[in-house]
């Protein structure tokens, strides 16, 4: 592999070797199902096919929280999207979301199922259907949504950027590290400004802006992102401290962040959630206290 310094990008790029880093093997530059696989169906109106990244936990946040409102009709089950080993790449995952990632998810709750895809757009479909944290105001909606498509447009620095290159990149790269670092630090900053006005992101309001940015900047803040927080001086951002706290604390939180997870100890993974009997094996005190 050329160094940093000695690379001369070809007049054409070709994919004739492995791209290195933890990710390789997933990595390649064309669209579609590399193999035959149907998706399971559970029993419940909602499909989601998943996994327990910062993207997959805004999803199962949102629906835990629906269903500590009472709203019946957001009953799940969640399947495992294991992306190490290509699942994404299966036809019936394709076929729910061509572009392969997590999370997707199927409603079969009316005459004809809907897909959805892009954790985003997830998020949007589901408050509007259960009528739930989205402001109906015009200015308060139009704050909720300007917060929540700042994350998607903003995270792609923090994990693509930041994340590969501090955490995952097969070689350190002094110049994307301090590129990157640099523009993590702003968005913490911009969050931080924020927070100092408000108790959330869209006002006074708990709402999907601040699902959606939780579990990537929250996280971050709270030392469970590539173990990056010392780097960033994470703790320098006191109001994204008291914000990460207090959504942190909240228990359908605690449960949605630990649904289709596969990393850290084995007592904080759910790996398939399908009816809220599947978290009774944890106190709350043990959901509180998972990283």
């Known amino acids: 592999m050329s160094s940093a310094s000695d690379y001369v990008p070809p007049k054409t790029w070709s994919w004739n070797k492995a791209s290195g880093g933890r990710f390789a093997n997933i990595n390649r530059p064309i669209a579609g199902p590399t193999h035959e696989k149907e998706l399971p169906v559970g029993r419940h109106p909602i499909q989601l096919y998943s996994l327990g990244t910062p993207n997959g936990q805004k999803v199962t946040i949102l629906l835990e929280e629906l269903l500590a409102l009472g709203h019946a009709g957001a009953e799940y089950d969640a399947w495992l999207i294991k992306i190490g080993e290509g699942d994404q790449f299966g036809s019936g995952f394709v076929a729910i979301n061509p572009n392969s990632k997590i999370p997707a998810l199927v409603d079969r709750s009316g005459p004809a199922p809907i897909r959805v895809f892009e954790s985003g757009a997830i998020l949007l479909y589901l408050a509007e259907k259960f009528g739930a944290f989205l402001p109906k105001d015009g200015a308060a909606r139009a704050e909720c949504l300007s917060w929540l498509f700042w994350q998607m447009g903003s995270a792609p620095y923090l994990g693509g950027g930041f994340g590969h290159f501090y955490a995952y990149a097969p070689?350190?790269?002094?110049?994307?590290?301090?590129?990157?670092?640099?523009?993590?630090?702003?968005?913490?900053?911009?969050?931080?400004?924020?927070?100092?006005?408000?108790?959330?992101?869209?006002?006074?309001?708990?709402?999907?802006?601040?699902?959606?940015?939780?579990?990537?900047?929250?996280?971050?803040?709270?030392?469970?992102?590539?173990?990056?927080?010392?780097?960033?001086?994470?703790?320098?951002?006191?109001?994204?401290?008291?914000?990460?706290d207090v959504i942190g604390n909240r228990l359908a939180v605690r449960r949605g962040r630990i649904v289709n997870r596969l990393q850290g100890d084995p007592k904080s993974q759910l790996h398939e959630r399908h009816d809220a009997s599947d978290f009774e094996f944890r106190t709350q005190d043990k959901l509180a206290t998972q990283s």
């Open 171 to 244: 070689t350190k790269i002094e110049y994307a590290i301090d590129r990157f670092a640099m523009e993590t630090k702003r968005q913490l900053d911009v969050l931080d400004r924020r927070l100092a006005e408000t108790s959330y992101l869209a006002g006074d309001t708990y709402t999907i802006a601040d699902i959606a940015v939780w579990p990537w900047y929250g996280g971050l803040a709270k030392g469970l992102l590539y173990g990056a927080g010392e780097f960033l001086s994470v703790q320098d951002y006191k109001n994204v401290q008291r914000w990460a």
